[in-house]
């Protein structure tokens, strides 16, 4: 993925886009499949009914600071995985994490939120491992981030360059300050007088790294990891699927892919109600 690094003026020609990670959702989708299922599926499928439950016991103690809970459904029938995916449903973030051992993280956010589904594959895209987790981001993307480095790493600036070393210096300086739980510092690029040379060069020393996320919303935003721990390439687009604000963050993991605390709770009553109405 190549970040543009930019504001589109209004009334600008659309951005190139470069999709990111696996194809996000087309907008969030209602629980609506399991009044589609037959009640007898729904009876056979104990090991969805067992799950919610504890799914909805976890999600009601859990901290936006700490770890998650996970829950292996590997070994569920495919009866049950399908009626998992039904009362679970489509929340808005979506995306990948590239594991350091190789292995490709696939993360769906539930309709409620703080639910995460993911789906573990080997470099050969053979299926490893399907969890639920009840997180504010999945442990996944915080293993992938963690093994990268602490600090840039680039070379002397090419011909033609003009401001992209102070802003480059800043940006280390603000890495090298960032301390876990300290507020996001956000380097809105527009501000920064920047040439073509300048861009190319900040696209070289800020390079993609191993988490790809898109938050569907009110507004889309993409959210991708630099190559440098604690950097975020985070870019908001139009209904034209064009850049409207683009920017780098210096945070562990960005707002915008987090779950707060409100929403596990929220989410462990939707789940409770849904057991009710539907498994028991």
């Known amino acids: ?29 209602k629980l609506n499949g399991l009044v589609t299922s037959s009640a007898e599926k729904i009876r056979r499928c104990r090991q969805t009914a067992t799950l919610l439950p504890d799914i909805a016991a976890a999600l009601a103690v859990q901290k936006a600071d700490q770890p ?4 292996d459904i590997s070994e569920f029938t495919d009866d049950d995985k399908q009626l998992i995916t039904q009362t679970l449903g489509t ?16 993360i769906q956010e539930a309709v409620t939120a703080g639910v995460w589904r993911i789906r573990f594959k080997d470099p050969n895209g053979i299926p490893l491992a ?13 293993q992938a981030c963690a093994v990268l ?4 790493s680039y070379g002397p600036a090419p011909s033609g360059t003009m401001n992209v070393m102070p802003l480059l210096t800043e940006i280390g300086d603000r ?3 960032y301390r876990h739980g300290d507020p996001a510092h956000v380097f809105t690029l527009s501000l920064f007088p920047m ?10 020393a800020v390079r993609p790294g191993p988490v790809q996320l898109t938050s569907r919303g009110y507004r889309t935003c993409r959210v991708v990891a630099a190559g440098t721990r604690n950097v975020w390439s985070v870019q908001f687009y139009n209904r034209m699927d064009a850049i409207i604000l683009d920017a780098l963050e210096i945070v562990d993991i ?4 987090l779950a707060a605390e409100e929403d596990f709770r929220d989410s462990a009553a939707h789940l409770r109600h849904i057991e009710e109405a539907y498994f028991r």
């Open 149 to 152: 480095p602490a600090a840039l």
């Open 130 to 142: 399907d969890y639920i987790e009840v997180a504010s981001i999945p442990m996944a993307v915080r």
């Open 68 to 71: 998650g809970r996970l829950f």
């Open 254 to 257: 960005p707002s915008f892919a």
């Open 91 to 106: 929340g808005e973030v979506a995306g990948t994490a590239l594991l350091p051992s190789g292995v490709l993280a696939h």
């Open 1 to 29: 993925m190549t970040a543009a690094f930019r504001i589109a003026p209004e009334g600008e020609d659309a951005a190139p886009v470069v999709p990111i990670g696996a194809d996000p959702p087309q907008g969030a989708c």
């Open 195 to 204: 040439n073509p040379q300048d861009m190319n060069f900040l696209q070289v």
């Open 175 to 177: 890495i090298d300050r």
